[in-house]
């Protein structure tokens, strides 16, 4: 188990993993706020939240400079926020999605940033917002130009399981932990969440899921290679067949899912010694 | 030389003052605080602990939990109604947020569960010393929230006694309301206590959608 199974988790929801206990979507859809109190923070603006604290760049700098405590330092505070996410393969996508209310459509945000694809109907929507703050989106129109998609369980499955077939990688997103606000759907380089961890190791916890193969199945067609977005699966010449970095796995399952023989597995990361411990 | 005089064809207009453009008024996604005063004026902790005192006045001590139960059915069906009509009344962006889905896409399934979980916020914020209610749950089958240290379990232990608010006769106030939610809203749940202040330090209330 990760940490966050350890202090969010509940024995009697998904098998204590986190993101499968219901308590982690639920939040207030109001506050009152104390005389004089203003909005703070993200419910300022975007900007202002953004401003509110240290930046993935602070962290590279951080590492640039060697500088070890001002890491610690940097990690800690975003720790404190509550800030991280959590890759998850499609089937805990499935059940993840039965536990929020409600769902919305959004455009990707990392996409606009990165490739200037400005996603601008539920037909191009490639990112997921869920719980009461998206009640909210008008807050923050620069962030949701486009709007919401407002979509019912089955719709949003569907959703899920043709961005799946596309190929990106289901990342929950905390927004203050333990809750879980957002549910991204990524591919590399495009997201900042894989870019990060792929190329600099910080970032999002792996996944619950180790892939394996099953080499008297596989036919190395190698198509889950090509789905791997984290540089965990090449094609081995000699042998013919796909094979697993199991430490560069983050188990995300779009090779399983990809898979036409079904000779990929994902075995829980608790039953892989190597790598039972192994989260970032 | 005198320059010409030029008619001047805007002179009718001047005379009424330009319309200045007024920016509309950003959304409010806040709860009216007007809102929240009248509910507290009317059905505020100490309030509603004073009027069961004079409700269970002179009764025996059989006669008491019977009294002080009805007291609180009837109380808590006018509490709810009172915010229903108030959180009619008052709108605010979040909710409309949620009409308008159902309105312009026909999204049923946004009514629950924020349709009665405005309700319920509404009712303990204008009533609790709270800022947020802990809301537990909210999902498509559960909405569950906890209330931690009662601001009317507190002031019935005050006003009438540690042992009539130990009966936890209030138990019927928030049920009665949680029950004139779902009769407002025309929807199949079934509501419950799970926890109780008296014997757990907190009352919690789950709304199961059937």
Redesign the interface.
Same mark, same amino acid.
């Given at each position: 188990m990760c940490w966050m199974c350890d202090e969010f988790g509940d024995a009697e929801h998904g098998n204590g993993l986190w993101y499968l206990n219901?308590?982690n979507? %639920? #939040?207030?859809?109001?506050? =009152? #706020? %104390?005389p004089g109190e203003g909005f703070k923070g993200a419910e300022a603006g975007l900007e202002t939240g953004a401003r509110s604290g240290p930046s993935q760049m602070d962290l590279l700098n951080a590492i640039e400079n060697n500088d070890r405590a001002e890491y610690d330092r940097i990690t800690g505070i975003m720790t404190a926020r509550g800030q991280g996410s959590q890759i998850v393969p499609l089937d805990d996508a499935d059940r993840v999605l039965? =536990?929020?209310?409600?769902i919305g459509l959004i455009a990707c945000i990392c996409r606009k940033g990165i490739r200037a694809i400005d996603e601008r109907n539920e037909h191009e929507y490639t990112c997921m917002g869920m719980g009461?703050g998206m =009640?909210?989106?008008?807050?923050w129109p620069e962030r949701y130009k486009g709007g919401v998609a407002?979509v019912?369980?089955d719709e949003a499955k569907e959703w899920n399981h043709e961005m799946d077939r596309r190929g990106f990688v289901h990342i929950l997103m905390l927004f203050g932990a333990p809750f879980i606000g957002g549910f991204c759907q990524c591919d590399y380089p495009d997201c900042g969440a894989i870019r990060n961890a792929v190329d600099f190791g910080l970032g999002s916890l792996k996944g619950h899921y180790v892939a394996m193969v099953d080499y008297d199945k596989c036919n190395g067609c190698g198509i889950c290679a090509q789905r791997c977005q984290w540089g965990a699966l090449k094609f081995e010449v000699t042998t013919e067949k796909a094979n697993v970095d199991i430490f560069k796995c983050y188990g995300c399952g779009l090779c399983q899912t990809g898979c036409p023989r079904g000779a990929i597995k994902l075995e829980p990361r608790v039953n892989v010694p190597a790598v039972a411990e192994v989260w970032t | 030389m005198a320059k010409a005089k030029t008619k001047d064809y805007f002179k009718e207009l001047k005379k009424t003052p330009y319309p200045l453009f007024i920016a509309p008024k950003p959304?409010s996604?806040?709860?009216n605080?007007d809102m @929240?005063d009248m509910l507290r004026a009317e059905f505020g902790a100490e309030l509603v602990a004073d009027k069961l005192a004079t409700a269970i006045k002179g009764k025996s001590k059989a006669d008491t939990e019977k009294a002080a139960r009805a007291f609180f059915t009837d109380q808590g069906k006018a509490w709810m109604q009172k915010t229903i009509q108030l959180g009619e009344e008052y709108s605010d962006?979040?909710i409309e947020?949620?009409l308008e889905?159902v309105d312009r896409?026909g999204?049923q399934?946004?009514l629950? /569960?924020?349709v009665p979980?405005?309700f319920v916020?509404?009712a303990y914020?204008g009533t609790q010393n709270f800022?947020?209610? /802990? @809301? @537990?749950?909210?999902?498509?089958e559960?909405l569950?929230y906890r209330i931690p240290q009662c601001a009317l379990y507190a002031a019935i232990g005050e006003k009438c006694g540690k042992n009539i608010a130990k009966m936890m006769a209030c138990s019927e106030y928030c049920m009665t309301a949680l029950d004139t939610v779902r009769k407002h809203v025309e929807m199949e749940m079934l509501n419950e206590q799970v926890a109780s202040t008296a014997k757990d330090g907190y009352c919690e209330f789950y709304m199961r959608k059937l």
């Open positions: 219901p308590k979507y %639920a #939040r207030n859809m109001y506050k =009152l #706020r %104390a039965e =536990l929020c209310s409600p009461v =009640l909210k989106w008008e807050r407002f019912n369980i | 959304y996604f806040d709860l605080e @929240i962006r979040t947020v949620i889905s896409q999204n399934f946004m629950w /569960p924020h979980q405005r916020e509404i914020l800022l947020k209610v /802990p @809301i @537990i749950l909210n999902n498509a559960v569950a």
